[in-house]
T-cell receptor
Framework: GAGVSQTPSNKVTEKGKYVELRCDPI?????LYWYRQSLGQGPEFLIY????????DSGLPNDRFFAVRPEGSVSTLKIQRTERGDSAVYLC?????????????FGPGTRLLVL | GIQVEQSPPDLILQEGANSTLRCNFS?????LQWFHQNPWGQLINLFY???GTKQNGRLSATTVATERYSLLYISSSQTTDSGVYFC????????????FGQGTELSVKP
């Protein structure tokens, strides 16, 4: 079966603009995670969903960041009023179950550049 | 929160050499994964290993949960093994999030 997919693969935007990043998890996976990776660093957790609800959004840096998963499958990460510091690779992952300790599988990421 | 430290930060090997990468963590975990990030940025799952030992070809991993460390062994390294290796953990009562170390950047020379 297909892995986690993310679109777009690259996004260049101007400071102050709004962007949406999309994640399509592995079919049947109920948990979905967003991470952000800056150059030379390990990925950092942003938010995760169990089904449609955000189970933990403690990693979102501020209220410009928001994510939704309305039907429990595809998720969209939304960033308002982008800043240059938002430039990073945004990674999505999914796992089979809602229990802790499930293997997470990562997508290829969206490289966001804010000019 | 839980801390994850990886060592060494960088490693240069000649093709055919063996290596050991280490991951220390500061609290009990119910998930530990090793990943290889290839030059295109894709995180590739290597092992799900919260405890015990696993082997997959030239790679093997051991986690000693009681002593809070994990080791990744690469034998007979190849140039395609180059990239960054990450350890990531999930701790009890911290929900589903993975906490990543800073990675070990491996370069295998022909």
């Amino acid at each position: 079966g297909a892995g986690v997919s993310q679109t777009p693969s690259n996004k260049v935007t101007e400071k102050g603009k709004y962007v949406e990043l999309r994640c399509d998890p592995i079919s049947g996976h109920t948990a979905l995670y967003w991470y952000r990776q800056s150059l030379g660093q390990g990925p950092e957790f942003l938010i995760y969903f169990q089904g449609t609800g955000a189970a933990d959004d403690s990693g979102l840096p501020n209220d410009r960041f928001f994510a939704v998963r309305p039907e429990g499958s595809v998720s969209t990460l939304k960033i308002q009023r982008t800043e240059r510091g938002d430039s990073a690779v945004y990674l999505c992952a999914s796992s089979r179950g809602v229990l802790e300790g499930e293997t997470q599988y990562f997508g290829p990421g969206t490289r966001l550049l804010v000019l | 929160g839980i801390q994850v430290e990886q060592s060494p930060p960088d490693l240069i090997l000649q093709e055919g050499a063996n290596s050991t990468l280490r991951c220390n963590f500061s609290d009990s975990v119910n998930n530990l994964q090793w990943f290889h990030q290839n030059p295109w940025g894709q995180l590739i799952n290597l092992f799900y290993i919260p405890s015990g030992t696993k082997q997959n070809g030239r790679l093997s991993a051991t986690t000693v949960a009681t002593e809070r460390y994990s080791l990744l062994y690469i034998s007979s390294s190849q140039t395609t093994d180059s990239g960054v290796y990450f350890c990531a953990v999930q701790s009890y009562n911290q929900g589903g999030k993975l906490i990543f170390g800073q990675g070990t950047e491996l370069s295998v020379k022909p």
